[in-house]
Nanobody, 128 residues
Framework: QVQLVESGGGLVQAGGSLRLSCAASGRTFSSYIMGWFRQAPGKDREFVAAISRTGVITYYADSVKGRFTISRDNAKNTVYVQMNRLKPEDTAVYYC?????????????????????WGQGTQVTVSS
């Protein structure tokens, strides 16, 4: 299993921006579909965004579409999420997740159970 470490969280005012990074260990990063999820206090973990192995396909939760951008650099074993126009309701612990996908898949993975590896999470707090 790949090991994942998130960074880049913090406190930001509403309307501001943050970029989260997730560094993965191992030599097969390009075999993983990568995702970002978040969990606010008292709420279930929810899907934010995901990206295909090559980075060509990206998809987002409706709540972040147009504000967040997921990307990856397979040479650096890193996936990112650029978060713009942040809102107080974006406050949550953000988790990076990986799904081993050694062969092409046209499916869209948006459930936490679709992903087998997880980082420890990074806190994002948006003040109003």
């Amino acid at each position: 299993q790949v090991q994942l470490v998130e960074s880049g969280g913090g406190l930001v005012q509403a309307g501001g921006s943050l970029r989260l990074s997730c560094a993965a260990s191992g030599r097969t990063f390009s075999s993983y579909i990568m995702g970002w999820f978040r969990q606010a206090p008292g709420k279930d973990r929810e899907f934010v965004a995901a990206i295909s192995r090559t980075g060509v396909i990206t998809y987002y939760a409706d709540s972040v579409k147009g504000r967040f951008t997921i990307s990856r650099d397979n040479a650096k074993n890193t996936v990112y999420v650029q978060m713009n126009r942040l809102k107080p309701e974006d406050t949550a612990v953000y988790y990076c997740a990986a799904r081993l996908t050694p062969y092409y898949s046209s499916s869209y993975y948006t459930e936490a159970s679709d992903f087998g590896s997880w980082g420890q999470g990074t806190q994002v707090t948006v003040s109003s």
